[in-house]
């Protein structure tokens, strides 16, 4: 593999990550613009484990991601009493909180940055990111997925069927969370180097976008979304000045089409299986 | 020095409550958290700086960057708002942000990415209350901000369209039963908000006397921060948030340093939102279900 389509597909690989821990709380119904703050605590939590304990990688990154998301539960009881817009924003200001107090950790670095000495080989990226894919197929099938539908599709009738929506709730925040920290904690290893002015409010945000184009109503919208979001500048970097702009001029237009994304599960009833016709 | 803090802190605090109000119109009357206003803010100034550099008096280049602003706003409904009524309530927040990185990125072409210096429209004219020093630039956009909310207030409780716009922040359905033509308000009230940030836009450039590509972002997202913290929907709170996240902001620098901005700003946010969601001057939200 030349080096350049490596970095591609690493790159794509942390977008998937990203985008999955942003789809968990949007099949919620909650939109988390926090993400990066998540994937802050990953990352720092884990390079300092390797760095000054010398843990082994695999067991920095497991912890990390479960740190990450032990922060995201604690955080996200009192976060969660707000809904709707007042979440979103309430998520958003927790992440700029969290990036802005490794800036003054002067423990990890500071403003200066915080170098990472254990290296994570490309491999290890990509298996990362089919565990994560895989895992959030698993998780579809089972009753939570289901749970997670009814919550974001009216929270007061799951409520009364006995759907504890809270809970619900804050179970997708957590595991997002975690799923989050572990996309950072694998990031810092990969790249040798973090900073937090890296954790900002745009890495936030664009893994809210590939979701949103790729359609939250099926599993595989995160991934298409990611996929789509990842590879098309790249094929636009013929154009170069123009790429970005171009770019968002095609997303403006095909929201403006396409307002659900791009995966829905009406696509796949076009595509999928027909249920046998009923002759008499 | 203290009191040169607090104006400074009241100055930027201005701007910052022109680009809560810009919000606050948005999402208080439309419910639509349009993340192009810091884009608008950003064509503003950048607008007004393109203007003045062809050699245009400045009277011209800020009404050129005005109408440019309400023209990509008015796209801006077209495109991102219309579409999506009826659908995923965060489907908008997509387009908008295309919107803004769309935007960014024509100015790059135009200008590149570096910040640019937008040259001092008034000669160093310095108000000097003993030690205190006050740029007479300050001043006027003080007053044109405090100017313009004030009339907003007024525009919004006294007229017949400001009783529209308020019918339907309260309920945009019970609004068009009662025979409000909504497909002609929604493009004003774009208009209006675009506005407002393109207006903060100018001031902001006029009273650092530097523009860049990216000068919406930090400026876009304190303004949702001032908007929230004063109490969405209210124009009131927009101008207290903003006059206290401005403040906040400065003497946290001043005080302890450049690096815990985000931390003071953001974590009031936060605190706001945990302990009173409907901020500190807006009423509780009536339509929101459990």
């Known amino acids: 593999m030349s080096g350049y389509l490596t970095g591609v597909l690493v790159t794509l690989s942390f977008n998937i990550i990203a985008a999955y821990a942003v789809y968990l709380p949007i099949a919620a119904g909650q939109l ?58 309430a998520t958003f200001a927790l992440g700029q909180v969290i990036s802005a ?45 289901l749970y997670l539908t009814a919550v974001k599709s009216d929270p007061t009738v799951a409520d009364l069927l006995g759907v504890s929506v809270r809970g619900i709730q804050a179970a997708a925040f957590t595991l997002g969370a975690m799923v989050a920290g572990f996309g950072g904690a694998l990031y810092a290893h990969h790249y040798s180097f973090i900073e937090a002015q890296h954790f900002n409010v745009m890495l936030s945000v664009f893994p809210v976008l590939y979701v949103l184009f790729g359609g939250t109503q099926t599993v595989l919208g995160p991934l298409v979304g990611a996929l789509f979001f990842t590879l098309a500048p790249e094929w636009l970097r013929a154009s170069a000045e123009w790429r970005y702009a171009l770019f968002a001029l095609f997303i403006i237009l095909f929201m403006a089409a396409r307002p659900q994304g791009l995966v829905t599960m009406s696509l796949f009833r076009l595509f999928g299986r027909r249920k046998p016709q009923v002759t008499t | ?187 004003r009230l774009f208009v209006g908000s675009a506005m407002l940030a393109a207006t903060a836009g100018i001031l902001f450039a006029v009273n650092y006397q530097q523009v860049s590509p990216f000068m919406g972002e930090g400026v876009g997202f304190k303004g949702v921060a001032a908007m929230i913290v004063g109490g969405m929907g209210s124009i009131w709170g927009a101008v207290l948030g903003g006059l206290l996240i401005g403040m906040i902001e400065v003497l946290s620098i001043s005080v302890i340093g450049a690096n815990v901005v985000n931390i003071t700003v953001y974590g009031l946010l936060l605190l706001i939102l945990i302990l009173r969601p409907q901020g500190l001057i807006g009423r509780p939200p009536s339509r929101e279900k459990l």
């Open chain 1, 32 to 89: 988390n613009l926090g993400i990066a703050g998540f994937m802050a605590i990953g990352a720092y939590a884990a390079a300092f484990l390797t760095n000054e304990m010398s843990w082994p990688i695999w067991a920095a990154v497991l912890v990390s991601a479960g740190l990450a998301g032990s922060v995201g539960l604690m955080i996200g009881l009192p976060v969660l009493r707000t809904h709707g817009i007042y979440l979103a924003m």
């Open chain 1, 101 to 145: 107090v490794f800036l003054n950790l002067e423990v990890v670095g500071g403003a200066a940055g915080y170098p990472v000495a254990a290296y994570a080989p490309p491999n290890i990226v990509f298996a990362a990111a089919a565990g994560v894919v895989g895992f959030m197929l698993l998780l579809s099938t089972t009753r939570f997925a």
């Open chain 2, 1 to 187: 020095m203290v009191s040169q803090q607090i104006v400074n802190g009241l100055m930027l605090g201005s701007i910052y409550m022109l680009v809560a109000v810009a919000f606050t119109l948005a999402i208080g009357v439309l419910n639509f958290l349009n993340f192009s206003i810091p884009g608008l803010f950003m064509v503003g100034g950048m607008a007004a700086y393109g203007g003045v550099k062809l050699g245009l008096h400045w009277s011209l280049a800020f009404a050129g960057a005005l109408a440019l602003a309400a023209l990509i706003s008015l796209a801006v409904e077209r495109l991102a708002y219309r579409p999506m009524q009826g659908g995923d309530p965060e489907a908008p927040l997509v387009s908008s942000l295309g919107f803004l990185v769309l935007l960014e990125n024509l100015m790059l072409i135009r200008y590149g990415s570096d910040q640019q210096a937008f040259p001092p429209l008034l000669a160093d004219m310095n108000l000097r209350i003993g030690d205190l020093v006050i740029g007479m630039a300050q001043l006027a956009s003080l007053a044109l901000s405090i100017a313009l909310v004030v009339w907003l207030s007024w525009f919004l409780s006294a007229t017949n369209s400001g009783r529209r716009i308020r019918t339907v922040a309260e309920s945009g359905e019970t609004a068009v039963l009662l025979g409000v033509n909504m497909s002609s308000l929604a493009p």
